[in-house]
């Protein structure tokens, strides 16, 4: 019988590669910690307020949509509308094309990771530069990301100096300084000869219509200052009902996300730029994406959708400490991603259905999430909904045994015996490929069953305990 | 149908089934911001001290900084026009500054002095609007930026920047040298923008 695909990518992973995401994720979540608790008085009210504030945004996104669309328009922005990640792609295309040009520089946004862009562009005659430092290595390895706000958290500093001569961007040389001056001389050019602009945005304000995104590495700011047209690639679900609200969920996305007390750049963008400002954007577009939301949104899991993407959840998560992200097969890894990607698979939800049940269901992510996503729960709903749907799920051991077991006391005790001959017997030799695949990793503690009964049995009641 | 009536559709009929909607909480400034921390202290002291903490440097004269770039050997950059009377003096014969910023020879500016319309306490944060005509790419391309505001223009913290937004079309916070940890978690600043980044903070 095969393990669970996740543990088989787990295994698969070589062990530098394992080294790198568990301390990678590790240290993102100490940092975390000390950041937002040592700060705030009350962090964990913070926490709440704004996950309150996202969940009534979801519940009212029929509101909000049409407003945001009105300021944004207001504010001298075309806004599009795209349903699938096809149709997001074809704007994006058309508003190239309607402007003749072929070269774009492009920040990180997620939702382009789910629709394709970068390959559908390049399939369609137009270069599309990513520009944050991690998601150029991305690209230049044909790779994906493996990390909400890390994206090449799998690899070192031999891997990427050996992409960059590959690549033609000078002899293999490791040291971190010298690859990121490489790549601000050859992005440098990229820019300044790109005629688009395009960025996600982590917060759209539906009171002013102001577009917020950070960025550390100052990559998405170039491109706003460097090129004329600027093209935001938004997930419906981006919205925050007040400006003042900003003020909340900036304090809590760089403290969650990395243990800044703000990100290096945050950019409050509500148009085309000022006309007496001699560089920048004279032509903005938003492309407000569904792909699959409206369906979570319909779903019994639509807490999901209020995620902010901080990637918190992903380096406390012991399961993707040790399995890293390509284990999760979809743009959204960890537990945001066991809950998210299955239900954006649409029809396809059998194939990641086993994702939900990869989780010891430990409560980690729901404690750090700063918008206090119930994943635990969702995860719950999800492994309900594949039983619901009877989508089979390899790997995983059958309970039918343990339940014939359990509801026949005699066939039970006869069981507990056998269990014993466990610590006689090597476990090569026990007819069950699933406790054989867990032996793998770890060993089995000594037998100790039936001692429970017994004492059952023996106990003599004493007086009830007083309840406080 | 479009796919502006098709996505709204679906949301409305994903929707229909909840009732009551989630409300809309109110809450209360003092919750996210960090004032009381700050009362009482004095906030150029405190901006100096968190601009340093994100390896950011404050100064307080003009005579400082041309120190500073002096010793750098960074003699020639761009300085906004708007801010040269008030800087060449200070930075004396030796330095070379344009007023225009040439796109097709950005490497070429060792530094660039613009101005910025204020700064937040709390986080060491300077902000740039696009109203001022200080060309984004001056601020962004020198290895060197230098953001000249007034001591009266730093807020305490960021609900109260927040606040003072106001209409421009284009704001941006800026705290400390651009940086990335994506190469083994290893900081480096000087990614895109700036490897060092300047508060001239004058009177
Ligand atoms: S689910 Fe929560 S913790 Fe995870 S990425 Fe989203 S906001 Fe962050």
């Avoid at chain 1, 207001?74 to 096809?86: I, L, S, Y």
């Avoid at chain 2, 060309?135 to 505001?149: F, M």
Wanted: hydrophobic share 40%.
């Amino acid at each position: 019988m095969a393990t669970q695909p996740i543990d088989q990518f787990s295994k698969r992973l070589r062990p530098d590669t394992k080294a790198s995401v568990y301390d990678g994720s590790k240290k993102g979540h100490e940092k975390r910690t000390q950041v937002l608790f040592d700060r705030f008085p009350d962090a964990n009210r913070l926490r709440e307020i704004a996950g309150e504030i996202k969940q009534h945004v979801v519940e009212n996104l029929d509101t909000y949509l049409p407003q945001v669309e009105a300021k944004l328009q207001a504010n001298g922005v075309k806004v599009h509308w795209a349903a699938t990640a096809a149709a997001a792609n074809e704007i994006v295309l058309a508003i190239m094309r309607a402007r003749g040009a072929t070269k774009m520089v492009k920040s990180k946004t997620m939702v382009s990771e789910e629709t394709e862009l970068g390959p559908f562009l390049e399939k369609n005659g137009v270069e599309c530069v990513e520009t944050d430092l991690g998601e150029f290595i991305v690209q230049i390895d044909h790779d994906h990301p493996s990390h909400l706000v890390k994206p090449i958290i799998h690899k070192n500093r031999r891997d990427i100096a050996t992409s960059f001569e590959k690549h033609g961007l000078g002899a293999y040389n490791d040291d971190p300084e010298v690859i990121t001056r490489r790549a601000r001389a050859h992005l440098r050019a990229k820019y300044l000869t790109a005629d688009v602009g395009l960025t996600g945005a982590n917060f759209i304000s539906a009171e002013s219509g102001r577009l917020v995104l950070v960025t550390n590495e100052g990559n998405s700011r170039f491109c706003l200052a460097a090129t004329q047209c600027h093209i935001a690639m938004v997930g419906i679900e981006k919205i925050l009902p007040r400006d003042h609200d900003l003020g909340l969920f900036l304090n809590l996305l760089a403290r969650s996300a990395t243990g800044q007390s703000l990100t290096v750049y945050t950019e409050f963008i509500s148009g085309p730029k000022a006309p007496t400002q001699p560089d920048g954007p004279e032509e903005m577009h938003v492309i407000l994406v569904d792909n699959g939301r409206t369906d979570v949104l319909a779903s019994e899991c639509r807490d999901i959708l209020r995620c902010i993407r901080c990637g918190a959840c992903l380096n406390v998560c012991p399961v993707y400490r040790q399995a890293s992200g390509h284990a999760y097969r979809s743009v959204y890894p960890g537990p945001v991603g066991a809950v998210l990607s299955p239900l954006l698979a649409g029809e396809k939800f059998p194939a990641m259905a086993d994702l939900p049940k990869a989780s010891s269901l430990c409560g980690a992510c729901h404690e750090v999430c700063p918008v206090n996503i119930p994943i635990p729960d969702l995860l719950l709903r999800l492994r309900d909904k594949a039983k619901q749907e009877h989508v089979p799920s390899p790997g995983t051991p059958p309970m039918g045994m343990w339940s014939l077991l359990a509801s026949q006391p005699a066939a039970w005790k006869t069981a507990l015996l056998a269990g014993k001959l466990l610590d006689y017997l090597p476990t090569s030799l026990v007819p069950v490929p699933a406790l054989r695949a867990w032996e793998g990793s770890r060993s089995l503690p000594a037998w100790r069953g039936g001692k429970f009964r017994r004492w059952m049995q023996q106990r003599t009641p004493g007086p009830h305990p007083k309840t406080p | 149908m479009t796919d502006r009536e098709t996505i709204l559709s679906r949301v409305r009929g994903a929707l229909a089934p909840l009732k009551p909607r989630a409300a809309l909480p109110e809450w209360d400034h003092e919750l996210a911001s960090l004032r009381r921390d700050l009362s009482g202290q004095d906030l150029m002291a405190v901006f100096a001290e968190r601009l340093r903490l994100v390896n950011g440097l404050a100064l307080t004269d003009l005579a400082a900084l041309a120190a500073y770039l002096r010793e750098n050997k960074c003699l020639h950059g761009y300085c906004d026009p708007d801010l040269l009377a008030e800087c060449s003096p200070a930075l004396g014969s030796d330095f070379t500054v344009e007023t225009t910023f040439d796109r097709s020879r950005v490497d070429d500016y060792q530094f660039g002095i613009t101005r910025a319309t204020g700064g937040i306490a709390e986080s060491g944060t300077l902000i740039f609007k696009d109203h001022i005509r200080s060309p984004r790419l001056a601020a962004l391309a020198p290895w060197v930026h230098i953001a000249v505001i007034r001591k009266s223009e730093i807020f305490t913290d960021i609900p109260q920047a927040i606040a003072a937004l106001g209409q421009d079309p284009n704001i941006i916070w800026v705290t400390g040298p651009s940086k990335t940890a994506d190469v083994e978690g290893i900081l480096i600043e000087g990614v895109h923008g700036p490897g060092v980044q300047i508060a001239l903070v004058l009177p």
